[in-house]
């Protein structure tokens, strides 16, 4: 069964860090594009970071560039992203994803183009 299941979300106060994991069994990420996906209250899912290449090639959402990183682990299966100077405005089901037809365009942050989704991991920010 494919699965990709995230951990580390959590309350913390504005400031702080988190460290969100997501870990993918039966499938792998080679030739897939990987990435982190969130949704906030009310509005859109988005792309938050993303690794859309074999040449490791990132994205960041303008939102969150210079505070968020995103790494992998290819011999885990596994994707990370370490998110420091939290605000607020982070608050949001974060989703782990995967995607060949994301990997093929080269558009990591094509919604439609991730083929697995985890079930989600809540970020609450406090102030």
């Known amino acids: 069964e494919v699965q990709l299941v995230e951990s580390g979300g959590g309350l913390v106060q504005a400031g702080g860090s988190l460290r969100l994991s997501c870990t993918a069994s039966g499938f792998t990420f080679d030739d897939n594009a990987i990435g982190w996906f969130r949704q906030a209250p009310g509005k859109e899912r988005e792309a938050v970071s993303c690794i859309g290449s074999s040449d490791g090639s990132t994205y960041y959402a303008d939102s969150v560039k210079g505070r968020f990183t995103i790494s992998s682990d290819s011999a885990k299966n596994a994707v990370y992203l370490q998110m420091n100077r939290l605000k607020p405005e982070d608050t949001a089901v974060y989703y782990c994803?995967?995607?060949?037809?994301?990997?093929?365009?080269?558009?990591?942050?094509?919604?439609?183009?991730?083929?697995?989704w985890g079930k989600g991991t809540l970020v609450t920010v406090s102030s």
């Open positions: 994803a995967a995607g060949r037809l994301a990997y093929i365009l080269g558009a990591c942050t094509y919604t439609n183009g991730m083929d697995y």
